[in-house]
């Protein structure tokens, strides 16, 4: 038995598609939001990544996570029998971190950053809290 399709519904629905592709105009969208078209896609690239990112973390959270508890506890236990000598400072310098910055200090340069970038952080934020509830 031969399926046809009823003629010109398939040709109509294709240029429907098109006309719809092409009324999306990225750079026309983003500057009426005050932004730029590099913005746009610079959300769209963390969207992606954040959905990625949340779609894996909850596929295989356990098992990064007692991994790395298993190594940390390895590294501690290490260090305290002395078999192991970690230099904090030159950790901290080696992440791009102040030596003598405390955890308040960290926070306040965290919520700098998240001002400054806010798109990237909401758009990383919603695509991690999709991927995660669609994991």
């Given at each position: 038995?031969?399926?046809?399709?009823?003629?010109?519904?398939?040709?109509?629905?294709?240029?429907?598609?098109?006309?719809?592709?092409e009324?999306?105009?990225?750079?026309?969208?983003?500057?009426?939001?005050?932004?730029?078209?590099?913005?746009?896609?610079?959300?769209?690239?963390?969207?992606?990544?954040?959905?990625?990112?949340?779609?894996?973390?909850?596929?295989?959270?356990?098992?990064?996570?007692?991994?790395?508890?298993?190594?940390?506890?390895?590294?501690?236990?290490?260090?305290?029998?002395?078999?192991?000598?970690?230099?904090?400072?030159?950790?901290?310098?080696?992440?791009?971190?102040?030596?003598?910055?405390?955890?308040?200090?960290?926070?306040?340069?965290?919520?700098?950053?998240?001002?400054?970038?806010?798109v990237?952080?909401?758009?990383c934020?919603?695509?991690?809290?999709?991927?995660?509830?669609?994991?």
């Amino acid at each position: 038995m031969q399926d046809t399709i009823a003629p010109g519904r398939f040709e109509s629905f294709i240029n429907w598609i098109k006309s719809i592709w092409e009324a999306v105009d990225i750079k026309k969208w983003s500057e009426q939001i005050g932004g730029s078209s590099s913005q746009a896609v610079q959300a769209a690239v963390y969207f992606g990544l954040g959905f990625a990112i949340g779609f894996l973390f909850k596929k295989y959270f356990k098992f990064v996570f007692f991994t790395i508890l298993f190594a940390m506890v390895i590294v501690l236990v290490f260090e305290y029998k002395n078999v192991l000598a970690i230099d904090w400072t030159a950790l901290n310098l080696l992440l791009g971190l102040d030596p003598t910055s405390d955890f308040g200090m960290l926070l306040n340069t965290a919520f700098e950053w998240i001002k400054q970038n806010l798109v990237t952080f909401v758009s990383c934020t919603v695509g991690f809290l999709i991927g995660y509830k669609l994991g």
